[in-house]
């Protein structure tokens, strides 16, 4: 584990419409760990997600994002993405008229196209996954998410239920095969058997080339989801880091106890 | 260094829609238009009496009536600088073998005989103003089925083509329809015999491409008790300095129990007047469908539109308008509930974009007696910039009560939430605004044959590069 890390957040603060969220936040991913990041409603966790993603509206106004050591401040969401960086939103939106096997073919040849670009691909531009191969692909990680193969033919998010939402954003991430996965409160809105599922498909995909960031409110599916690191953030910071045993602690005490400023430790 | 794979639509843009072969033609009229000038077109087409004088009556037609001041600006257009005939050949072809070397050029330009080869049944491809090649399929010949350039038809089967012809669309209906039945040529003249199901769609291909050249193409479909037909056009025009003028009339009859529907992808070279003037009319449990969709020209004006005769009949109208820099797509569908318990739903989309203009106008008539009728009507737009346009005109003339009508309209913006998402995946922003450009108007896209919906997603692509920074 001493290798440079995937994922590198140094001292980020983050501005949205002018107001501070973020301030001076800190944080190391590695490919095979599985970190949790809990805190409040309002804390900025979601600010985060979206900040290492590239929203453009999000600020950045000092600190660092590496992604593999190198930054990150100047890349579009689509070069982050296709670099290896995913997100599974908190609230996936609807792209009507756009097929769910669609967009994951064109987001698919996206990545193959620079593969070959930097010479480590060995298909040539403009060609694209063979439309056999791909459809195996998605017939397989889709078998692994126990979701209906008729979800290929809809149109991505338009009219889906939240836990099919969500499905949706794993498989697109069993798909593409990110290094570092974010994972932005996709246990909310899920029932218990949805979030079961949605477990079992993240289990499926970690793995030493496989980084992931759980963010979450609740530590419900931390059940289902081991993770190695703990971090719990509040205002814009995270306040203390440990272990599986820190998220139970948060179950029982709840967020006050961090608030009122007791048993803090820096990370 | 990280970028997707270019589209390399633009690059071949002027190779695949901006050439033209050289004009190599047996006749053209000297520009402008008078008596002797449609005389002379009509003389020189062999045409009876009849029709001559049909024409140089819609002239007089043509003379009287103003232009219209609604809809687009055409006070541009300078009726006297254009030619109003052009015949490239001296005969018809007959097989592709037939057809001069640089002609077949063009159409391999355009993946005519590749098309040919997997889809058409019979190809009528208009060059300029004469249909040069013609096929059908021996299968559809022995089915009775006459599908033939309209001056053939005129020739071939006359008492048939007497019979309807201009009984949809006479020339007083409106300024271009008078200036279409004075000057026109070319075409299809389509008859399927009593139940016969023509399961393949017919299509023709037709451009312009002489300078200053007009397009007057005349289409007449007559589809007789519980046959099926799909006729399909398309056209790409290549691109020229001065205005030129398409203005075309279909006339479609749709018998008891038959079905139609017609297909239209125009994609003119952005100097084009196209002033086209399509109506159907459906008798008792008729089909007519319109598909229609509106990328290139300077200004489209065109309204598709169902007459429902007698009960049961049904109209679909199926519209998308693209307008880009410098264009104006006043598109639409009309229709007219003659007869009770008819149904009729009309779905437009319009894109616009770099200070384009689409309008929507719809026109949906329900006359006194026509009670139980059902119509919807959904037209969405999307506009892709602050300088570009959209404007709705719906327009409901109801004169019955017990009927069902709905009407729903959306303006949209291409929204940074759905960019956003389709970037995190890796595609970048043009191709993300490209592909919720093409799932905009995939409703409409997926009605039409496949080859149609891949150049039509390739032309959306195309208009939609560079076009978000």
């Not at chain 1, 692909?137 to 939240?162: P, Q, T």
Request: proline content about 4%; glycine content about 8%; aromatic content about 8%.
């Amino acid at each position: 584990m001493s290798h440079v890390p995937e994922l590198a957040v140094k001292n980020l603060h983050v501005a949205v419409e002018g107001k501070e969220i973020l301030k001076g936040l800190s944080l190391e991913v590695r490919k095979g760990e599985i970190h949790a990041l809990m805190g409040p409603n309002g804390s900025g966790k979601s600010t985060l997600a979206n900040t290492l993603m590239g929203y453009p509206r999000y600020e950045v106004t000092s600190g660092e994002i590496l992604f593999k050591g190198k930054s990150v401040l100047e890349m579009e969401a689509d070069e982050r993405s296709r670099a290896g960086l995913f997100m599974a939103f908190q609230y996936p939106v609807a792209i009507p008229g756009v097929s769910v096997a669609n967009f994951l073919r064109t987001a698919l040849n996206a990545r193959r196209a620079v593969q070959d670009a930097n010479g480590t691909g060995a298909m040539p531009v403009g060609k694209g996954i063979p439309p056999k191969e791909f459809r195996a692909l998605l017939r397989e990680k889709m078998a692994l998410l126990h979701m209906d193969e008729s979800v290929a033919g809809r149109y991505l998010n338009d009219g889906f239920s939240g836990g099919e939402k969500k499905r949706a954003e794993i498989l697109q991430m069993a798909i593409l095969k990110p290094e570092i996965a974010i994972l932005d409160e996709t246990d909310s809105g899920l029932d218990i058997d949805a979030l079961r599922v949605v477990a079992e498909g993240v289990n499926a995909l970690v793995g030493p080339d496989l980084g992931v960031l759980i963010i979450t409110h609740y530590q419900r599916i931390l059940n289902y989801v081991k993770p190695h690191f703990v971090h719990v953030m509040v205002d814009g910071q995270i306040q203390i880091s440990g272990g599986p045993e820190l998220a139970l602690k948060l179950e029982s005490l709840g967020y006050d106890w961090l608030r009122e400023g007791k048993e803090v430790t820096t990370p | 260094m990280t970028t997707t794979p270019s589209l390399d639509i633009r690059e071949r843009y002027q190779e695949k829609y901006g050439f033209h072969d050289s004009d190599q033609y047996v006749f053209r009229s000297r520009r402008g238009l008078d008596a002797e000038i449609v005389s002379q077109i009509s003389e020189m087409k062999g045409e009876p009496a009849w029709m001559r004088d049909y024409r140089l009556k819609a002239l007089e037609i043509f003379e009287r009536k103003p232009l219209p001041t609604w809809g687009g600006n055409v006070a541009d257009i300078d009726f006297q600088n254009i030619y109003y005939y052009v015949k490239p050949t001296s005969e018809e072809a007959k097989s592709w073998d037939d057809v001069p070397a640089d002609m077949k050029r063009t159409f391999d330009k355009l993946g005519i005989p590749e098309a040919e080869q997997k889809f058409l049944s019979g190809v009528g491809a208009q060059y300029d103003s004469e249909v040069v090649y013609h096929k059908i399929k021996e299968s559809l010949e022995k089915q009775g089925v006459i599908f033939l350039s309209c001056d053939q038809g005129l020739k071939e089967h006359e008492e048939l083509f007497r019979q309807y012809f201009g009984t949809v669309i006479p020339s007083t209906d409106n300024k271009f329809a008078a200036l279409n039945s004075a000057v026109w040529s070319g075409g299809s003249f389509i008859y399927v015999p009593k139940g016969v199901h023509v399961d393949v769609p017919l299509q023709a291909y037709f451009r312009i491409n002489t300078k200053d050249m007009g397009q007057f193409e005349r289409t007449l479909i007559i589809v007789d008790e519980g046959a099926w037909v799909h006729y399909v056009e398309g056209c790409t025009a290549p691109i020229y300095a001065s205005d030129s003028l398409h203005s075309a009339v279909v006339e479609i009859i749709v018998k008891p129990g038959a079905r139609c529907r017609y297909t239209t992808i125009q994609n003119w070279s952005n100097n084009v007047y196209n002033l086209v003037t399509k109506r159907a009319v459906a008798y008792r449990d008729a089909t007519m469908e319109w598909v229609d969709g509106n990328l290139g020209s300077k200004l489209t004006m065109k309204y598709p539109s169902v007459y429902m005769m007698e009960p049961g009949a049904k109209a679909e109208i199926l519209s998308i308008a693209f307008a880009g820099r410098g264009q104006h797509q006043d598109a639409g569908g009309k229709v007219v509930h003659a007869a009770p318990h008819t149904s009729s739903k009309i779905v437009s989309k319009s894109i616009s974009k770099d200070g384009g203009r689409a309008g929507y106008r719809g026109p949906v008539k329900v006359v006194k007696g026509a009670h139980d009728c059902k119509s919807t009507v959904n037209c969405d737009a999307l506009i892709l910039d602050e300088a570009s346009r959209s404007d709705t005109y719906p327009d409901m003339e109801i004169e019955e009560n017990k009927v069902t009508i709905g009407h729903e309209a959306t303006v949209s913006k291409i929204g940074d939430e759905q960019l956003f998402y389709l970037q995190s995946r890796g595609i970048n922003k043009d191709e993300a605004a490209a592909m919720i450009v093409s799932g905009f108007i995939e409703p409409i896209v997926k009605e039409l044959p496949m080859e149609y919906a891949v150049e039509m997603n390739r032309l959306i692509q195309l208009q939609m590069e560079g076009s978000v920074g």
